[in-house]
Nanobody, 115 residues
Framework: QVQLVESGGGLVQPGGSLRLSCAASGFTFSNVALSWLRQSPGKGLEWISEILTGSASTYYTASVKGRFTISRDSAKNMLYLQMNSLKPEDTAVYYC????????WGQGTQVTVSS
């Protein structure tokens, strides 16, 4: 079965940093593109970043470009998101998944940016 477990969230002040992790099992992690998505209260799910299978190509939504960095360690079935210069609008629950997404989603990890 597919399992996704996000971790690393927490409470940080504006301008701070966090590193999120996603542990995956149940599928061939190295053979698919991977994404980070987030959902803030009252809003829909927002795609924020993607990394392709070879790890050479990455993509970001405009609001996080230059501040967030996506990376993967396919040998360990791990996906990461380094978040720097965090802003209050980054507050959300962060999820990982493949592209196209699997049918299973993790619980996400809460990121709260507040002074």
């Amino acid at each position: 079965q597919v399992q996704l477990v996000e971790s690393g969230g927490g409470l940080v002040q504006p301008g701070g940093s966090l590193r999120l992790s996603c542990a995956a099992s149940g599928f061939t992690f190295s053979n698919v593109a991977l994404s980070w998505l987030r959902q803030s209260p009252g809003k829909g799910l927002e795609w924020i970043s993607e990394i392709l299978t070879g790890s050479a190509s990455t993509y970001y939504t405009a609001s996080v470009k230059g501040r967030f960095t996506i990376s993967r360690d396919s040998a360990k079935n791990m996906l990461y998101l380094q978040m720097n210069s965090l802003k209050p609008e980054d507050t959300a629950v962060y999820y990982c998944n493949a592209d196209p997404p699997t049918r299973s989603w993790g619980q996400g990890t809460q990121v709260t940016v507040s002074s």
